[in-house]
C-alpha cells in the first residue's frame, strides 16, 4: 500500500493537528489516543513515512528501527506501566484492523487487560 502524506499522523508529524504529547525524540512521537480503550492508551509512531511495520522492518535504516524501538519502552518507563505492565499492538493491514496507513504502536495499560485473543 502507497503512504498516504495526508493521513492524519503524518499531518500529526507535521504540526497541523495538535497532539497530547508523552514523549517525543529524533525517531518517534508518543501520544495519547483521542479514543482511548484502556485508562493508558498511547500511540507511537516513527518519524518517517512507513504504512506498517512489514514496511518499516523492510525499508527503514537500523539507526531508525532501533530509536524506534527505543521509544516505545521509553514511552511505558514514563507513564508508569513498567511494574504493573501493559501490551503493545501494532495492526497490519485490513485483516489485522489497521485504520490509518502510517505505522503506529499502541501501548495500553492501566489495569489488567485480560487475554487479548480468545481460543477459537
Do not use: W
Amino acid at each position: 500500500m502507497p503512504y498516504d502524506t495526508d493521513n492524519v499522523f503524518a499531518r500529526i508529524l507535521r504540526g497541523e493537528i495538535p497532539c497530547r504529547a508523552v514523549y517525543e525524540d529524533e525517531f518517534a512521537l508518543a501520544f495519547h489516543d483521542l479514543h482511548p480503550q484502556a485508562p493508558v492508551h498511547v500511540l507511537v509512531i516513527p518519524k518517517g513515512p512507513y504504512t506498517s511495520l512489514e514496511d518499516f522492518s523492510r525499508a527503514a535504516p537500523p539507526e531508525l528501527q532501533a530509536g524506534f524501538l527505543r521509544a516505545v519502552g521509553e514511552t511505558a518507563r514514563r507513564l508508569g506501566l513498567v511494574e504493573s505492565g501493559y501490551r503493545v499492538l501494532a495492526n497490519h493491514g485490513r485483516d489485522g484492523g489497521q485504520e490509518v496507513p502510517h505505522l503506529h504502536i499502541h501501548i495500553f495499560g492501566g489495569r489488567p487487560l485480560g487475554r487479548m485473543v480468545q481460543p477459537t
